[in-house]
């Protein structure tokens, strides 16, 4: 028996959140951008108003001013998106426990066990838009599927507020004449390399021969396949269930270009701090870290590395990144953006230990220390030396949780 698997989408997040707190800019385009100042100047979030008028997501204020000279632009608020986002989930989990998160604004439901009690997959979906709406003031759109790539698919095809059912019967009927780029795994280069072969919908991607698809794509030409034709067990996972993250990370477009090694050091290592510090929040420990580095020209470029030992420790993370960048990156060639992650995350209990290591370092009980004090005094009561007097590090750490008091 076919499972019965939604998508369920919330509209517009960001945007429909602003629109509720301020419900006099009701009627008018509305899109949630950064400060252009600290040159994050790009257009986060937009809502109908200003999608009709052609405004994107990720093009520059300016862009949206000319498209829309009456555009509202408003600041993001990511703890009320974050706030509301945990409402919504808690909502899904009124209906299955399998509720498996794809950020703050997107899931997947496995409602397959349900339907006996609550109905058919169609119903599940609509009471869920109906319980939304009227508990939060948001709509969300709901893909009814028997995978959870056509269910994502399904609810992409009709917004806002609006369920789409993607049977096994019929769904090729509704999406066979779509480019294979409509499917959540296929990105630009993997549609063009489908062009070229000929392969210009994703009726004719179901319909490629298979061993053709591994043979120019790998496992993942296998797993395209499967896509389009409806095949796999796809398993959503269970809400309450803990679940190890694959990398925390934590990045920084800085006010002005880096351009000394004193400058690339001071964000590496504030950078690593805050990762860090999620790290021993959550009882993980890193194995490895990664680096990524955007130019002034804005090309970019990422690489990774193991540590000695698992670690969660600021400095051994920053350190880890610092060497990256040294292999990557010569100044006084000018950097933009920074971002440095944990990678090969484990809990805590079980981390690897190098052969000299006695189990917790120095450093990182020093480290904690840091963060109870920091919780309880701001992380301002406490800095690193090579953070003293650094402006390109300020406000960095305004939403990390070392807030006086936030405890």
């Avoid at 000279?69 to 899904?92: N, T, W």
């Avoid at 994703?202 to 298979?210: F, K, T």
Wanted: charged share 25%; with cysteine.
């Amino acid at each position: 028996m076919d499972k019965v698997i939604l998508h369920c989408d919330l509209n517009n997040f960001y945007a429909s959140v602003e629109q509720l707190s301020h419900p006099e800019l009701d009627g008018l385009p509305i899109a949630v951008c950064g400060d252009p100042e600290a040159r994050h100047g790009i257009v986060l979030a937009k809502n109908m108003k200003a999608k009709a008028a052609g405004v994107a997501t990720g093009e520059p204020i300016w862009a949206a001013k000319r498209k829309c000279p009456g555009i509202v632009f408003l600041p993001p608020h990511y703890d009320e998106y974050v706030r509301i986002s945990k409402q919504v989930f808690s909502i899904y989990t009124e209906f299955t426990d399998r509720v498996e998160s794809f950020g703050l604004d997107e899931c997947w439901l496995d409602v397959t066990e349900s339907t006996s009690l609550l109905g058919s997959g169609k119903e599940i979906a609509d009471r869920i838009r109906e319980t939304v709406k009227t508990r939060t003031g948001l709509t969300i759109s709901v893909g009814v599927s028997f995978t959870k790539v056509l269910a994502k698919l399904g609810s992409d095809l009709k917004k806002p507020d609006a369920t789409v059912l993607l049977p096994r019967e019929s769904y090729m009927d509704t999406i066979g004449d779509m480019p294979p780029s409509s499917l959540i795994m296929i990105g630009r280069s993997a549609a063009a390399k489908l062009e070229a072969l000929g392969i210009r919908t994703i009726r004719r991607l179901a319909e490629a021969d298979r061993g053709m698809l591994r043979s120019r794509f790998g496992v993942i030409g296998e797993k395209m396949s499967d896509a389009a034709r409806g095949e796999g067990d796809d398993e959503v996972a269970f809400y309450y269930a803990v679940r190890v993250p694959k990398s925390v990370s934590h990045g920084t477009t800085t006010p002005r270009d880096m351009t000394s090694d004193e400058d690339a050091r001071a964000v590496v290592y504030a950078l690593s701090e805050l990762v860090a510090a999620r790290l021993r929040r959550h009882d993980l420990v890193a194995g490895g870290v990664a680096l990524t580095l955007r130019r002034a020209d804005l090309t970019t470029a990422s690489k990774q590395c193991l540590l000695p030992a698992d670690t969660c420790s600021a400095s051994d993370i920053a350190e880890g990144a610092l060497g990256l960048l040294s292999s990557m990156h010569s100044f006084p060639a000018p950097l933009r953006a920074l971002s440095v992650a944990a990678t090969r995350l484990s809990e805590s209990s079980v981390r690897q230990m190098s052969l000299f290591d006695d189990g917790v370092s120095r450093e990182e009980v020093l480290e904690k220390c840091v963060d109870e004090i920091r919780g309880k005094y701001g992380f301002n009561a406490l800095r690193r030396g090579v953070l003293i007097g650094d402006k390109l590090t300020e406000g960095l750490h305004g939403d990390d949780g070392f807030l006086p008091f936030k405890r």
